[in-house]
């Protein structure tokens, strides 16, 4: 008993020294976080990661930073407005994969098909925002949901299988699945990329009571600039990475390669990611059915004093 209030006060007042961070465990994009870890962090003591994300900023004190799409970092920051973002660990522009059977040449062909993504995702915003940028309304098309694939052979509630059985006409979310549905039907895959309709912002958050702690602060600051020091890494000498990025997400090489380019290991970001918020901050709230966050609080939200202390 005393043993668990003391874990609990050290572990609230950053006392233990051992940052706790939320992410995906699943997906490419977490995997800078292991590597900072394991090869460049050197904060107070080892820095642990959890199954999760930036929600877990908003249910639970004992998180200092968390990772996921800024889509799932807009939504927390709504109704938690202690949250920042702090840092871009990559970004990446989606695909829709489509079967040229089904009669599918140009996105608007998608009109009236059967399109797989996860609800309620980055995914299904970029669903929605390849479709408007081609003049078709939500409503003029059916979401399927399916489940992720990481490695062939795909399971048959899968994406790319469901693509191949013709249960879906075209599906988009994040690497790998769109890759392995374009191997599963071949030469009646064509693709829609458009990375200034949608591209993932794969953040990095923390909250403003861990960013005040001067001692938590000072082991985000390395961890940031660990993160960014795996970055270099990631985008310079892939192939030192590549073999140990697959095995952490269970993923073949060759796989990996092919969708390597498609994430781009960001860091500090560009001035274009207000108006990118915005934009989507506008179209979540119709779905979400609350109130627009003001671009002032954006302004907020996008910390960059993590950045200027590297
Ligand atoms: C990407 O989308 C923009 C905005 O809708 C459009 O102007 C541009 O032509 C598109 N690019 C491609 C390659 O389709
Ligand atoms: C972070 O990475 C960027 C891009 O490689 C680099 O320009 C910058 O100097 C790095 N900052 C630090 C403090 O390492």
Redesign the pocket.
């Known amino acids: 008993m005393r043993l668990s209030i003391l874990a609990l006060t050290l572990g609230l007042y950053g006392l233990g020294g051992a940052l706790k961070i939320s992410t995906s465990l699943l997906w490419i994009e977490h995997t800078p976080q292991p590597y900072a870890i394991k090869n460049f962090y050197k904060g107070r003591s080892a820095a642990t990661l959890h199954s999760g994300g930036v929600a877990s900023l908003g249910s639970d004190a004992s998180f200092d930073l968390a990772a996921n799409a800024e889509t799932q970092g807009l939504k927390q920051y709504a109704n938690h407005r202690n949250i920042r973002l702090i840092y871009v660990i990559c970004e990446v522009p989606y695909r829709i994969v489509a079967n040229k059977a089904a009669g599918i040449k140009t996105l608007a062909d998608l009109k009236g098909k059967r399109i797989g993504t996860f609800k309620g995702s980055s995914a299904a915003i970029f669903i929605h925002n390849m479709m408007a940028?081609a003049g078709v309304k939500d409503s003029d098309y059916n979401v399927v949901s399916g489940d992720m694939c990481m490695k062939a052979p795909c399971a048959s509630n899968s994406f790319p299988q469901m693509l191949k059985q013709r249960k879906i006409d075209a599906f988009g979310a994040w690497e790998p699945v769109v890759e392995l549905g374009a191997q599963a039907i071949g030469d009646n895959a064509i693709i829609f990329q458009?990375a200034?309709?949608f591209r993932e912002v794969y953040s990095f958050y923390s909250t403003t009571q861990k960013l005040n702690n001067p001692a938590i602060r000072k082991d985000i600051v390395e961890f940031v600039r660990a993160l960014n020091q795996t970055l270099d890494v990631f985008r310079d000498k892939p192939e030192s990475v590549y073999q140990w990025v697959a095995s952490e997400v269970g993923m073949d090489v060759p796989t990996l390669k092919a969708v390597w380019d498609d994430h781009k290991w960001t860091g500090p970001w560009k001035p274009d990611l207000m108006d990118y918020l915005v934009a989507e901050d506008a179209y979540l709230a119709r779905v979400d059915k609350r109130q627009v966050i003001p671009k002032k609080d954006l302004e907020t939200f996008l910390d960059t004093s993590i950045l200027e202390e590297l």
């Open positions: 940028s458009n200034s309709v």
